[in-house]
T-cell receptor, first 111, second 114 residues
C-alpha cells in the first residue's frame, strides 16, 4: 500500500514567521506532487504543484522536492492568520489515475 | 476556472434509504473521483472513473456504487444508507496522468444518516 505521511500537528507559528510543512511518500516512481489547503468545513484547494527536484516559488509559498529522499515540503513565508488551515500533501500514484493524500497538517498562525 | 459542482451542500437521510450524490464538471476532464473525508482518516477514495461508463473501485467501495453516463457527470449511490456512511463526500476531476494540474474538488456534500 503506497503511503503519504504528514505530521498531523497542530503546527503553531507566530504571525510573520515561516511555516514549514513536511511530507514523505513511499512510491519511488511518483513524478507529480501537490499541496492543497483546506479551511475548516470547506473542500481542498490546490495551492502548489511540483515535479522536479529543487524549489518552486509562488508568492509567499515555496514547494521543495527531494525525490532521492522521497520528501516534499511547503514553506509559507510571512505567515498570516488567514493561512490557518489544514494542508494536505498529495502524490500522483505511478501507473494509475489516482493521487494519494496524506492526512494533513493543521497550521495555526497566531496573531 | 474549472468548476466542479456537487448538487447538495448538506443532506440528511434515514437509514436504509437509497441516496444519490451528483457531481458535474465543466472542463471536459476525463477523470472523476469520489472521496469521503473523516476526521483522523483523511481522504479515502471510494470510486473513480477515467472515461464514460468506465469505473474502478477505490479503497473503500463497499456499500457504494457509481454511474457515469456522460463525461461531465459522475454520480455516487449509497444503495442502503447506514449511519457509518455519515461523512463529508468530495467529488474531484482531473486531466489524465501526465497532465500536471492536480485535482479540482467540488464544495463537498456533508451527509448525515440518522
Amino acid at each position: 500500500q503506497k503511503e503519504v505521511e504528514q505530521n498531523s500537528g497542530p503546527l503553531s507559528v507566530p504571525e510573520g514567521a515561516i511555516a514549514s510543512l513536511n511530507c514523505t511518500y513511499s512510491d519511488r516512481v511518483s513524478q507529480s506532487f501537490f499541496w492543497y489547503r483546506q479551511y475548516s468545513g470547506k473542500s481542498p484547494e490546490l495551492i502548489m504543484s511540483i515535479y522536479s527536484n529543487g524549489d518552486k516559488e509562488d508568492g509567499r509559498f515555496t514547494a521543495q522536492l527531494n525525490k532521492a529522499s522521497q520528501y516534499v515540503s511547503l514553506l509559507i513565508r510571512d505567515s498570516q492568520p488567514s493561512d490557518s488551515a489544514t494542508y494536505l500533501c498529495a502524490v500522483a500514484e505511478s501507473g494509475t489515475y489516482k493521487y494519494i493524500f496524506g492526512t494533513g497538517t493543521r497550521l495555526k498562525v497566531l496573531a | 476556472d474549472v468548476k466542479v459542482t456537487q448538487s447538495s451542500r448538506y443532506l440528511v437521510k434515514r437509514t436504509g434509504e437509497k441516496v444519490f450524490l451528483e457531481c458535474v464538471q465543466d472542463m471536459d476532464h476525463e477523470n472523476m473521483f469520489w472521496y469521503r473525508q473523516d476526521p483522523g482518516l483523511g481522504l479515502r477514495l471510494i470510486y473513480f472513473s477515467y472515461d464514460v461508463k468506465m469505473k474502478e473501485k477505490g479503497d473503500i467501495p463497499e456499500g457504494y456504487s457509481v454511474s457515469r453516463e456522460k463525461k461531465e457527470r459522475f454520480s455516487l449511490i449509497l444503495e442502503s444508507a447506514s449511519t457509518n456512511q455519515t461523512s463529508m463526500y468530495l467529488c474531484a476531476s482531473s486531466l489524465p496522468p501526465g497532465q500536471r494540474y492536480g485535482y479540482t474538488f467540488g464544495s463537498g456534500t456533508r451527509l448525515t444518516v440518522v
